[in-house]
Each structure stands twice: as structure tokens, then as C-alpha cells.
């Protein structure tokens, strides 16, 4: 898989987001955030397959912009 779009690299149980976010980083991910208390490193990468070796990711997955519509009644 090649993009350069957003990519969101879970962080796998047991490991601490800012030390997967340096092994991403060494990998080749540009770092935009490191999202802690949901174990998620969010960032841009040429070749995201190359992260999904790095210990400690669980995933890579490309962002994705979700849009709600308010206008729309809720679940009952």
C-alpha cells in the first residue's frame, strides 16, 4: 500500500504510544500527534507497510473524515 495521506497507527496492548511513535518516526512516518490516552500515533508516511513491521503497531489505517448528519433522529 502507497499514500501519502493521514494515517492513524494504533498502538498495540502493552506498549507506550510516545515510544511507538519514535520507532514510526525512525521508520519513516512524519509525526503529526500522539494520541495517548487512545494509543494512536497520527501521521503521514510514503510506504505506511513499512510501519506495519514496527514493534508495537497494531495497525495502519488511513484516516478517514466522517460527516454526521444532524438533521437525522438518533436510535431509539
Known amino acids: 500500500m502507497s499514500t501519502t495521506g493521514r ?3 494504533s498502538v498495540a496492548d502493552g506498549h507506550v504510544a510516545d515510544d511507538v511513535a519514535r520507532a514510526c518516526a525512525a521508520a519513516g512516518l512524519q509525526v503529526e500527534k ?3 490516552g487512545v494509543g ?3 501521521g503521514t508516511c ?7 513491521v514496527v514493534t ?3 495497525a495502519v489505517e ?8 444532524r438533521d ?5
Open 72 to 76: 437525522q433522529p438518533g436510535p431509539a
Open 34 to 36: 500522539v494520541l495517548t
Open 7 to 9: 494515517l492513524l497507527v
Open 62 to 69: 488511513p484516516d478517514r473524515e466522517v460527516h454526521l448528519d
Open 46 to 52: 510514503d510506504d505506511p507497510d513499512v510501519l506495519r
Open 56 to 58: 508495537g503497531v497494531a
Open 40 to 42: 494512536v500515533v497520527v
